[in-house]
């Protein structure tokens, strides 16, 4: 799956669509790829003379490469969402830097109708650089934007 497809799944645009290409997928497996560039936005002020791709980015690369997964298995998925609602047991590893590819592997363990757990692996040329659990949530798509009313407060 190249970004084109991927960018019909999720609704993230640069700079946080976080997925490069799928290389594999299976009912309840998945195998994403990231592209480490140096002209990455966070690389400018996180550690600009020593470079490191911020932990949080890896692990919502991980969420975005299962949430390819979870929408592919719901005929509806064009009105869904995938939100993430929890991380497990996150550990990092080895630092992640420009010119690296990050190759993230997510396994589906617990699906329900609106809720999937899976179990995360990111590597760096075949090394591991983090891992988590992480659950996601679906949600409905708001496809019109709702105005909101501020409440009135009133000064005494």
Do not use: W
């Amino acid at each position: 799956m190249d970004i084109h497809e991927i960018r019909d799944f999720l609704p993230h645009r640069y700079p946080m669509l976080l997925v490069d290409r799928i290389v594999e997928m299976d009912a309840s497996r998945i195998v994403g790829v990231k592209n480490v560039s140096a002209n990455e936005p966070f690389f400018s002020g996180h550690f600009p003379d020593y470079p490191v791709m911020p932990g949080v980015l890896i692990i919502e690369a991980m969420a975005q490469t299962g949430g390819v997964l979870v929408l592919k298995s719901i005929p509806n998925r064009h009105s869904k969402l995938v939100l993430l609602a929890s991380v497990e047991e996150a550990k990092f590893r080895r630092p992640v830097v420009p010119g690296d590819q990050l190759v993230m592997e997510m396994v589906i363990t617990t699906k329900k109708a609106s809720a999937a757990k899976m179990k995360g692996i990111a590597k760096v040329d075949g090394r591991v650089v983090a891992e988590a659990i992480l659950m996601c949530v679906l949600t409905d798509r708001v496809t019109e934007k709702k105005s909101v009313e501020e409440p009135v407060t009133q000064l005494a």
